[in-house]
Nanobody, 122 residues
Framework: QVQLVESGGGLVQAGGSLRLSCAAS????????MGWFRQVPGKEREFVGT????????SYANSVKGRFTISRDNAKNTLYLQMNNLKPEDTAVYYC???????????????WGQGTQVTVSS
């Protein structure tokens, strides 16, 4: 079993930045493909970005491309999401996700964190 714990959410003004972290335990972190998803109440959980096991390959949703950066530190068992130039429409609960392969589909995710709230004020 894998445990994922997010941190770093909060309230920020539009144009600001936040960095989310996700600490993993219970399985060799470097064996997991990882990603970030987000969800707004009443809407489906949506893909934000993914990163390969080694960190060499990343993929992003068009809505965040150029503003968000995913990275990982396998020595620290930690996943990051650097969010710059935040917009009010980025307001959501952000979830760390892990599994055997990278995917954009929430139904394919094996492990989820509990989520962290990000609120961007205009």
């Amino acid at each position: 079993q894998v445990q994922l714990v997010e941190s770093g959410g909060g309230l920020v003004q539009a144009g600001g930045s936040l960095r989310l972290s996700c600490a993993a335990s219970g399985r060799t972190f470097s064996s997991l493909a990882m990603g970030w998803f987000r969800q707004v109440p009443g809407k489906e959980r949506e893909f934000v970005g993914t990163i390969s096991r080694s960190g060499s390959t990343t993929s992003y949703a068009n809505s965040v491309k150029g503003r968000f950066t995913i990275s990982r530190d396998n020595a620290k068992n930690t996943l990051y999401l650097q969010m710059n130039n935040l917009k009010p429409e980025d307001t959501a609960v952000y979830y760390c996700a892990g599994g055997s392969y990278t995917t954009t589909r929430p139904n394919d995710i094996r492990y989820w964190g509990q989520g962290t709230q990000v609120t961007v004020s205009s």
